[in-house]
């Protein structure tokens, strides 16, 4: 049996630190350095059996439950700095599954130039609960969700649909094409992409008190998951790009009028407009010619009355 002490004074030098750590795993609090005049702030957990089944590798149950929260500062256009990681373990398990867990944990972090200054532990009768916190520096400006305008094309920086099968845990967030697109006077507003690309436009649509907005069907990066998990069919495999959420990609608008800097990490397809921002209020799907209401579709936590 390990104690909580013994076990965060081992994690001390299991998690690298750097110089702008000035206290870091094992005080009562974390103390930082920010090197901007803005800090972007996010919190998100990862519970089993909502995020992750039982039987899903630990490793990349710590990798999901950091990179779920960097993709949120990714959106924001902040740097990958600081986590904070609470984990609510079981009573049944081994300090070398809590070790599984923590390498998945610090291969994200290291993979984004991020670094761990602290967190919590606590064991229940209960499932596993790994809670992280994210910090990092707004270099200039942060990008919102609610800075779409009538005019603006979207895009996305990834293709959609189907992360069941096996994205949902594997992902990459992208962190530095958020960092760039908030370095771009072109760009409006941006999002994660996490609840479903509908409902997320749908979100943004709101955030920003514009009327409405069209989707080109032909123009949406299917992902090749999407088409297998369809069986093949087209209509069931664009469905899944419009709804399944989980796809942690940017969706992104560019001014009316106004282009991309030339270079940069967007690859040629997210550079390529997947709809539009309008002045006609709802969401509409174009396909064939034709519009047709879109479903506001997505995946959303339901609280009891």
Same mark, same amino acid.
């Given at each position: 049996?390990? /104690?909580?002490?013994? %076990?965060?004074?081992?994690?001390?030098?299991?998690?690298?630190?750097?110089?702008?750590?000035?206290?870091?795993?094992?005080?009562?609090?974390?103390?930082?350095?920010?090197?901007?005049?803005?800090?972007?702030?996010?919190? @998100?957990?990862? +519970?089993?059996?909502?995020?992750?089944?039982?039987?899903?590798?630990?490793?990349? *149950?710590?990798?999901?439950?950091?990179?779920?929260?960097?993709?949120?500062?990714?959106?924001?256009?902040? @740097?990958?700095?600081?986590?904070?990681?609470? *984990?609510?373990?079981?009573? /049944?398990?081994?300090?070398?599954?809590?070790?599984?867990?923590?390498?998945?944990?610090?291969?994200?972090?290291?993979?984004?130039?991020?670094?761990?200054?602290?967190?919590?532990?606590?064991?229940?009768?209960?499932?596993?609960?790994?809670?992280?916190?994210?910090?990092?520096?707004?270099?200039?400006? $942060?990008?919102?969700?609610?800075?779409?305008?009538?005019?603006?094309?979207?895009?996305?920086?990834?293709?959609?649909?189907?992360? +069941?099968?096996?994205?949902?845990?594997?992902?990459?967030?992208?962190?530095?094409?958020?960092?760039?697109?908030?370095?771009? &006077?072109?760009?409006?507003?941006a999002t994660d992409v996490s609840d479903? %690309?509908?409902?997320?436009?749908?979100?943004? %649509?709101?955030?920003?008190?514009?009327?409405?907005?069209?989707?080109?069907?032909?123009?949406?990066?299917?992902? $090749?998951?999407?088409?297998?998990?369809?069986?093949? @069919?087209?209509?069931?495999?664009?469905?899944?790009?419009?709804? @399944?959420?989980?796809?942690?990609?940017?969706?992104?608008?560019?001014?009316?009028?106004?282009?991309?800097? &030339?270079?940069?990490?967007?690859?040629?397809?997210?550079?390529?407009? +997947?709809?539009?921002?309008?002045?006609?209020?709802?969401?509409?799907?174009?396909?064939?010619? $034709? %519009?047709?209401?879109?479903?506001? &579709?997505?995946?959303?936590?339901?609280?009891?009355?």
């Amino acid at each position: 049996m390990t /104690s909580e002490r013994e %076990l965060t004074a081992r994690l001390r030098a299991f998690f690298p630190q750097r110089a702008d750590v000035r206290v870091g795993v094992g005080d009562d609090a974390a103390v930082v350095g920010a090197r901007a005049s803005h800090v972007a702030l996010c919190c @998100d957990p990862v +519970i089993e059996g909502v995020h992750f089944l039982p039987e899903t590798p630990l490793e990349l *149950v710590g990798r999901k439950a950091v990179n779920r929260n960097l993709s949120d500062l990714a959106a924001t256009g902040a @740097d990958a700095d600081w986590l904070l990681v609470s *984990v609510v373990v079981p009573r /049944s398990w081994q300090a070398a599954q809590l070790m599984r867990l923590l390498r998945g944990v610090r291969s994200a972090a290291l993979a984004a130039g991020a670094v761990v200054v602290g967190g919590d532990l606590a064991v229940a009768d209960a499932p596993l609960v790994v809670t992280v916190t994210a910090a990092g520096n707004v270099r200039g400006r $942060a990008l919102l969700r609610s800075d779409l305008r009538v005019g603006d094309t979207l895009h996305v920086t990834g293709p959609l649909g189907g992360s +069941i099968d096996g994205h949902h845990l594997k992902f990459r967030p992208h962190v530095c094409e958020g960092r760039w697109l908030a370095a771009q &006077r072109a760009v409006g507003g941006a999002t994660d992409v996490s609840d479903g %690309l509908a409902l997320d436009l749908a979100t943004m %649509l709101e955030a920003s008190g514009v009327p409405g907005a069209e989707l080109d069907a032909a123009a949406l990066p299917v992902r $090749a998951a999407a088409r297998r998990l369809a069986k093949g @069919d087209r209509d069931g495999a664009l469905q899944r790009a419009l709804h @399944d959420g989980e796809d942690h990609v940017l969706l992104f608008s560019v001014r009316r009028g106004a282009a991309l800097s &030339r270079g940069g990490p967007l690859t040629a397809r997210a550079r390529r407009p +997947i709809g539009r921002v309008v002045a006609e209020p709802g969401l509409r799907l174009r396909r064939a010619g $034709a %519009l047709e209401d879109l479903d506001r &579709r997505g995946f959303e936590h339901e609280v009891g009355r």
